[in-house]
């Protein structure tokens, strides 16, 4: 009999955050519900407990829908598939669950048709898919649509790097509508192979709107990062993504909910100029690392509970790890994102944009990351503006800004949130890092109840400088300025220990 994975979602009530997470409501669910299918891990150990949101039921089929004026009524996944091939067009396909039973041929690269919008494309060789969008200009509507892409099908695709996805975006100025697009795990675990990423968007200005995904299927899966990058001997590594976003300018995705259970990134950016995410929430699980030594059977057994990755050390006891990657995640020259009225939580580097242009974080929630919430940076002479954001510091910092360009002019306006009721903070919680030349930091406090001593500090400088910059402090968070802190101003409500030079440091009243 399949194990059932338990479900930990926690209530959240704050009035602000509750508006945030608006999209990411389900009906409350008991502890047995099955969050996942039993297809994610090895049926002989016991239920893993997970923290994790359970995706909305289906539509239920109805013959009285709308069709919009203009649009021609399909009824079937064949004339889909036919259709996607096709320019120019208004689709309204009938309501109803569609599951994947073959795959559409495989397109040679480069593609030729330049017009579509797909002549950027920087890989040769073939796609391997199971729909291919070739057409372009097209408004696809698809409310009330189901559309299930099977691991079956998947498997048949080949397992060779950067050649299959689910979906290959190659055509232009296509629009979708409310579909629901979901991975069904229709073999057991570990004997299935997923494709990199289900959407890989390849042409400029796609758009998805109102639109619902579940991702699902990874290998392994259950132990973040610990077992590599697919090197080395370690096993098999096959990750699956929510949406690669390709040399192709202008994707947009409106309203839409992505709940993420695989390990891969939920959307990642390479060599892209215009992005827009808005009213979107992305949602990810989290594992408590005592949970793994349950297991009877698997990858950490057969390496004596050690993980392998960067140096063999043993799992850690009393940690929480994200079965994600990260939320949002720029490679390569990537410029001009847009990211708005938008949550993404329990991902690992929840919101990591490292660009070579303008970024834009504007009322943006990050919930319970599983390494770090904000690192947003670019190279000199962008633009970066992170208005009204939030996060909390249930398990790991807020801020990681180490990784990317250092931030010049830039400006960082965040809220500090509570933990969730009954989480415990772990040796990692605290707000972080920061660093910037001429940079403002505005830090505002949302808590509702007062945060963990050990996890209220802030860490200034350090691995970078932090020169000519202003912080102002409206929480009872300790700032720590290391010595490469200069020409600063702080006016800070909590506690400052300046161990940099030629700053101007202010106590705000409490």
């Given at each position: ?267 990642h950016f390479h060599t892209v100029d215009g992005a827009l995410i808005k009213d979107c929430a992305f949602t990810g699980v989290l594992r408590p690392t005592d949970d793994i ?218």
């Amino acid at each position: 009999m399949h194990s059932k994975l338990i479900r930990l979602e926690r209530q959240k009530t704050n009035g602000a955050l509750a508006i945030a997470l608006s999209l990411l409501s389900v009906a409350a669910a008991s502890a047995q519900d099955d969050v996942f299918d039993p297809g994610l891990q090895y049926t002989e150990n016991p239920p893993m407990v997970v923290n994790a949101r359970r995706p909305p039921p289906l539509p239920e089929p109805t013959e009285d829908f709308e069709i919009r004026r203009g649009y021609r009524l399909i009824k079937s996944l064949d004339e889909f598939r036919q259709a996607i091939k096709m320019n120019g067009q208004k689709i309204r396909m009938k309501p109803g669950v569609y599951r994947a039973t073959k795959a559409d041929p495989p397109v040679d690269l480069p593609l030729k048709k330049s017009g579509f919008g797909m002549g950027r494309n920087r890989k040769e060789g073939r796609q391997e898919h199971v729909f291919a969008v070739n057409g372009s200009n097209n408004h696809f509507d698809l409310r009330g649509v189901v559309i299930e892409t099977p691991v079956s099908v998947l498997s048949k695709l080949t397992g060779k790097s950067h050649v299959s996805d689910t979906w290959h975006i190659n055509g232009a100025n296509n629009v979708f509508i409310g579909g629901y697009f979901r991975n069904v795990l229709d073999m057991p675990y570990p004997t299935y192979r997923m494709t990199e990423n289900e959407f890989e968007i390849c042409g400029d200005r796609n758009r998805f709107h109102d639109c619902t995904f579940v991702i699902k299927g990874s290998v392994p899966y259950g132990y973040t990062d610990f077992y590599g990058k697919g090197s080395g001997s370690f096993g098999r590594l096959n990750k699956h993504c929510f949406m690669s976003i390709d040399h192709a300018n202008g994707t947009e995705l409106i309203g839409c909910k992505v709940y993420h259970q695989a390990f891969g990134h939920c959307v990642h950016f390479h060599t892209v100029d215009g992005a827009l995410i808005k009213d979107c929430a992305f949602t990810g699980v989290l594992r408590p690392t005592d949970d793994i030594f349950k297991e009877t059977v698997g990858r950490a057994v057969d390496h004596d509970f050690y993980m392998l990755y960067r140096s063999k050390q043993p799992i850690p006891r009393g940690e929480v790890i994200p079965l994600t990657e990260d939320g949002i995640r720029s490679y390569e020259e990537v410029k001009n994102i847009k990211v708005v009225n938008t949550t993404v939580e329990r991902m690992r580097g929840a919101i990591q944009l490292l660009c070579t242009g303008d970024v834009t974080l504007e009322n943006v929630t990050v919930l319970e990351s599983g390494d770090f919430s904000y690192d947003v940076s670019a190279t000199s002479g962008s633009r970066i503006v992170m208005k009204d954001c939030r996060g909390d510091v249930a398990y790991n910092p807020l801020f990681n800004l180490t990784r990317g360009d250092l931030p010049t002019k830039a400006g960082y306006e965040i809220t500090i949130l509570s933990p969730p009721e009954g989480s415990k903070p772990t040796p990692r919680s605290s707000l972080g890092k920061i660093c910037g030349d001429r940079c403002k930091f505005i830090i505002k406090d949302g808590t509702t109840r007062p945060l963990p001593e050990e996890a209220n500090y802030l860490i200034c400088g350090g691995d970078k400088e932090l020169v000519n910059s202003v912080i102002e402090n409206h929480t009872t968070a300790r700032l720590i300025l290391k010595k490469n802190v200069r020409n600063c101003t702080i006016h800070s409500k909590g506690p400052v220990e300046d161990g940099g030079s030629g700053n101007k440091v202010k106590v705000l009243s409490r």
